[in-house]
């Protein structure tokens, strides 16, 4: 049993994710986790264990642990890690990819599937043309017919994504990002991030310093005890570093390969 901390106060804050992998087999415009960009990386379940146990303790509070990247199925043993964080935590799990996978024999996950509550799957044109929209499709379709205790959202032929550019002169956000909003990253080391955009942006060569040297409130670290309140950083907005990102303005750019 964790011991709370009673000197954090309780914030429920309903989900957040973490990377079971960095890299990603494909190199999309716009990547808001820069996954194109980062290096091979792959992560045990465990070594995120110290840090979701830490949240706890704090009176951090969730129901749902989404694992992404990067291209999860690029793990080389996806199905134990997301098992791993299912059987600790007793939470809702779910999965978003790519569907690269759907080539190959998606049996093998029988177990993984069994378990999870959501998976999304994204249909970028690369994949049609190398596996083909009808065959994965009709694939997905027989996922839903046999894991009915798991959720399968097809997005299909995503044409657009958020347009991402640093610059070098401040903007004063007038509205909330998808990421800033809604997203909470939690790194391997034992930070939690506001967005993706921030937690890897100092992979990016494109990223303006700028925008890099107006990290430090983006980031809240777990692994200091200094009784700093999660609720008052995870509502502050806008936070320094997005003057300078243009993520915020919401604007769709035509999905494309770097």
Not at 67 to 87: A, M, Q, R, Y
Not at 103 to 126: G, Q, V
Request: glycine share 4%; proline share 3%; aromatic share 12%.
């Amino acid at each position: 049993m964790l011991k709370v901390q009673k000197r954090y106060s309780s914030f429920n804050l309903g989900w957040f994710e973490l990377h079971a992998v960095d890299h990603c087999n494909l190199r999309c415009n716009g990547c808001n986790h820069h996954s194109w960009m980062l290096k091979k990386a792959e992560y045990k379940a465990e070594d995120y264990f110290p840090h979701i146990d830490e949240m706890l303790r704090r009176n951090i509070n969730f129901d749902t642990i989404g694992i992404l990247g990067g291209e999860p199925f690029l793990h080389s043993d996806i199905s134990n890690f997301v098992l791993s964080i299912k059987n600790r935590y007793k939470k809702k799990v779910t999965l978003t990819t790519n569907g690269f996978w759907l080539r190959k024999d998606w049996k093998k996950y029988h177990e993984m599937f069994s378990i999870l509550s959501d998976m999304w799957i994204s249909i970028y044109n690369p994949i049609e043309k190398s596996i083909g929209r009808d065959k994965m499709i009709s694939e997905i379709n027989q996922i839903k017919q046999m894991y009915s205790n798991m959720n399968v959202t097809l997005r299909d032929h995503i044409t657009h994504f958020i347009e991402l550019k640093f610059t070098s002169e401040p903007e004063k956000p007038t509205s909330f990002c998808h990421a800033q909003g809604n997203c909470t990253n939690l790194m391997p080391d034992g930070r939690l991030a506001r967005c993706g955009v921030g937690a890897y942006a100092d992979k990016n060569p494109e990223a303006t310093k700028e925008f890099l040297n107006n990290l430090d409130d983006l980031f809240y670290d777990l692994t200091i005890d200094d009784g700093k309140s999660f609720e008052e950083w995870k509502t502050k907005f806008p936070l320094r570093s997005c003057d300078y990102c243009t993520m915020w303005k919401n604007k769709s750019i035509p999905w494309q390969m770097r």
